[in-house]
DNA sequence: TTCCATTGCGAGCAGTGTACGCAGTGGCCT
DNA sequence: AGGCCACTGCGTACACTGCTCGCAATGGAA
């Protein structure tokens, strides 16, 4: 199926077109944001922007074109960062801001991980992580391997920082909702290593873990990558 | 919710259960592996295991826990490789293995990424991780953070890796099935080094390109973790 | 002015996860 | 030995989902 992107969004003739594509993608990046992804049904998107069901798809081929405009519609709401020309740092600020977009609409993650997006919002994003690794003597092939190792590790890092979010707020609340799971395990030998780190540890839920595992991480890679 | 695994599987009273956790969880993991994910219905499960839908919820609470279940399931059907010492070795060796089991079962990285799962044989793995990276002088806390560095780029890699799978084989067919935009990208300025990159790169499609993404991008990690 | 591609949309279809309630089973306690 | 009752299996039903069909209304092009 062709991508929506290819499709053009106004016909030539007929009744003028109650709404448009932006305002459809809008109306359900707003549910997703305040409900969650799940709430983002068809019924629910037309009956925020006052239409129809049905209406809908005129103006999208299916949920899945939805998804689509959703992810590019918050590509360009937040364009990337202009570059300074340090290399390395640009690639930092692309990740960080990046990491920032994906943990101010929760379900963007998810969304990118399971379908790539290749609408103009993107492409935008994408130049820029080209212009970023563009001069450290990679061939095209090689700059794209780069890209694509450093944005799989920031999707998952935050998928992983959601995750955690989403399951409690701390180690002691966490250990409550397991009951006697929780501390079957920290108490048993069955496994050491895990039991050891659960004690010791301030817990998966420490309030800057996240964003250590991040900082670490990313600079490990861009090590990597630049050094590459 | 207490997880499905702080609940007893057996009554003490009552009649014999015709059926059992993992007995649906296997019926599960076959359908999701040869239909996809979105074919896992409690109704099919149900009809594989020649039952009844609602007796389904006699051995689950939820469509939740199944896939709780079928994490753990596959975990404990591929057991983590034994360690030999070498923690760098051991350390992608684990990695390896996680893709190979993720690529086996393609449903994995997507149920995994969005719900962390704490089973028995889920902690088996983890056991291991923290073994590999034990004796690198890190603290506790160090060291789930290290690890969390290691799997969530996995996760990351495999996600990519399946998406850009699903959505074509190689880089020709992809570029036909984008139609008319595909050729306005690389011939278009907007985005010169989009442009230039799919020209000049053997594509995302590329045969091998996955196989090298994920192992420039592991090794990199690697440096920084066993670095410290 | 006529034509007809296009829009809005009510109704309906096939599918989903899950709750309810009842019949039947069989281990435990008297 | 007998009966209690916790338990299992499951038919039915509910509220929801994405999506299609068909029809009335619109308004630029010919």
Redesign the pocket.
Known sequence: MEPIWARPEQ?????????SRAAVAAAAVRIADTEGIDA?????VAADLG?????L???LA???DLLDLMVDAVAREQPPPDPTGDRRADLRTLADTTRAVMLRHPWLAAVQASRPNIGPGSLRWLESWLTAVDGLGLDADEMLTAVDTVRLFITGAVLGELAVRASGLDMNRWMAEQGSYGDAIAAGDRYPRVAHVMREAKGPHAGDRAERTFAQGIERILDGVVAG
């Not at 016909?11 to 709404?19: L, T």
Request: proline letters at 8%.
């Open positions: 016909a030539a003739r007929g009744p003028r077109p109650a709404h983002v049904s068809m019924r629910r239409a129809g069901t049905a209406s798809y005129r103006y299916s949920k899945d």
